[in-house]
């Protein structure tokens, strides 16, 4: 019969080895969670020109962007004049409309984004046909 003693530090043993490994393979995977989610927010970006908003129990998600991917040449195309009043109404009317998705986002009203939107879009639409 063994000695419960040295059975009991044996069993403490293999738990403390245990714990260690089991600490280190969490730690592993909560990294490579978190690479993933990054790299999957940089696409997100870079594709859809939005940032992903996190779950409402995730406080805070900050990461260091990557090296930036070398923009596409683009073919030279003649310069075109753009008129500075049809530019300020696209940039407002993307503004409102980028407001819009937050707010839809959101879960709060949207009915005065929408109108806002609807109006910038009739302005434009009216500058352009001038």
Do not use: C
């Not at 683009?74 to 407001?99: E, M, S, Y």
Request: aromatic share 6%; charged share 30%.
């Amino acid at each position: 019969m063994s000695d419960p003693i040295s059975e009991y530090l044996r069993w403490k043993q293999q738990g403390q080895n245990l714990r260690s490994n089991a600490k280190q393979a969490i730690e592993q995977r909560f990294r490579e969670l978190l690479t993933e989610a990054a790299h999957l927010a940089e696409e997100y970006k870079s594709d859809f020109g939005k940032a992903l908003v996190p779950p409402p129990v995730i406080t805070s998600f900050r990461y260091k962007a990557g090296p930036k991917r070398p923009a596409a040449k683009k073919t030279a195309a003649p310069a075109v004049k753009v008129d500075p009043k049809i530019a300020a109404l696209a940039k407002k009317l993307a503004g409102a409309k980028a407001k819009l998705e937050a707010a839809k986002v959101a879960g709060t009203p949207t009915k005065n984004l929408e109108d806002k939107v609807y109006e910038l879009e009739d302005d434009l639409r009216l500058a352009q046909s001038a």
